[in-house]
């Protein structure tokens, strides 16, 4: 667990100021979509009532496996962020890292995150930039359409295979089942309920030729993807 957390924590080496982990402690968190629960135990370790969510045994199991080997408080549970299980404002902070995308309906889930956060709560969120420097460098004539679409010139194109794929993919290549992509106009309808929403792209690939990388990837990330990332940061406050 340790080698893939450092990795994980050095391909986003901006996630914990994202999210603010030092501002955690004693509050009560919720997150939602856990993976391999790498930021989960960081808040957990900040001193967080943590509480985890996912629709998925897996990484259910492994948090929780996380919690007990740090001796730290808080359980994960199966659950979807569609259908909150969680009562209303219930919890200080809700944080998804590259989850809400993937429901099917990402609205929903802002709008439950904004059901159980207690008033002056906080959420911290990422999903995927559909106006990105990967979006028009790889899918222009779709991206195009897109652009389009948000102003009703044309119908919204659906989202491909192979961009599913690009972003998400199993061992055999597969993209995840769902994926959206979302423009900043579209997330601020989204997010009209909440307070100080401050929206940050992040992230970038990797610049090289031929398996050689010609620049670091922490300086790209701290220029080029500030201004075109793929990943959509969202603070918001309720």
């Known amino acids: 667990m340790r080698r893939f957390d450092e990795f994980y924590l050095d391909f986003y080496p901006y996630l914990l100021d994202r999210v603010r982990i030092a501002s955690l402690r004693g509050k009560r968190v919720l997150e939602i ?126 989202v491909s295979d192979s961009q599913r794929a690009a972003y998400d993919a199993n061992s055999s290549g597969a993209g995840a089942p769902e994926t959206a992509f979302f423009s900043l106009g579209t997330l601020r309808e989204m997010l009209s309920k909440f307070s100080n929403v401050e929206m940050g792209l992040e992230n970038c690939d990797q610049i090289g030729i ?6 670091p990837r922490r300086f790209i990330i701290t220029r080029f993807g500030k201004a075109a990332g793929p990943d959509l940061s969202i603070p918001g406050g309720r």
């Open 33 to 158: 979509g856990l993976g391999y629960g790498t930021l989960g135990q960081k808040i957990a370790e900040a001193g967080a009532d943590y509480v985890g969510l996912d629709i998925a045994e897996g990484p259910v199991c492994m948090m929780n496996h996380r919690l007990r080997m740090s001796g730290r408080p808080g359980v994960a549970r199966l659950g979807s962020m569609l259908d909150c299980p969680l009562p209303d404002s219930s919890v200080d902070c809700v944080v998804s890292i590259g989850c809400f995308h993937h429901t099917g309906d990402a609205k929903r889930c802002f709008d439950e995150t904004w059901r159980v956060l207690r008033p002056g709560g906080n959420a911290y969120v990422m999903v995927y930039n559909q106006l990105s420097y990967r979006q028009w460098m790889n899918w222009p004539l779709h991206t195009l359409r897109a652009v389009l679409g948000a102003r009703g010139l044309t119908s919204p194109p659906l």
């Open 210 to 215: 031929r398996g050689r990388h010609l620049i």
